[in-house]
Nanobody, 115 residues
Framework: QVQFVESGGDLVQPGGSLRLSCTAS????????MGWYRQAPGKQRELVAA???????NYADSVKGRFTISRDNAKNTVYLQMNSLKPEDTAVYYC?????????WGQGTQVTVSS
């Protein structure tokens, strides 16, 4: 079955950095666009960044210039490097993909930005 496992979330001070990882199983990882999403308390889940199977990237305006998405197809893993973190980046971060018209996400990893 399709499974995504995220890791790397933590408590970090404003201005700090984190690197999230997500490892996939049960799919041919290299052919799918992968995305990082986040959901803050009381808010809808939003797309933060995505990377196609060809390496094309797109970002939400709120994270452009601060976050970088990358992938390693040999490891079935997608990464999110987050720099210059702000309190408003606090959320549960999920990786996911749309596979045969169905959306799949992992269990999420908590990122808290606070002094």
């Amino acid at each position: 079955q399709v499974q995504f496992v995220e890791s790397g979330g933590d408590l970090v001070q404003p201005g700090g950095s984190l690197r999230l990882s997500c490892t996939a199983s049960g799919i041919i990882f290299s052919i799918y666009t992968m995305g990082w999403y986040r959901q803050a308390p009381g808010k809808q889940r939003e797309l933060v960044a995505a990377i196609t199977n060809g390496g094309l990237r797109n970002y939400a305006d709120s994270v452009k210039g601060r976050f970088t998405i990358s992938r390693d197809n040999a490891k079935n893993t997608v990464y999110l490097q987050m720099n210059s973190l702000k309190p408003e980046d606090t959320a549960v971060y999920y990786c996911g993909a749309t596979i045969k018209l169905n959306n799949f996400w992992g269990q999420g990893t908590q990122v808290t930005v606070s002094s």
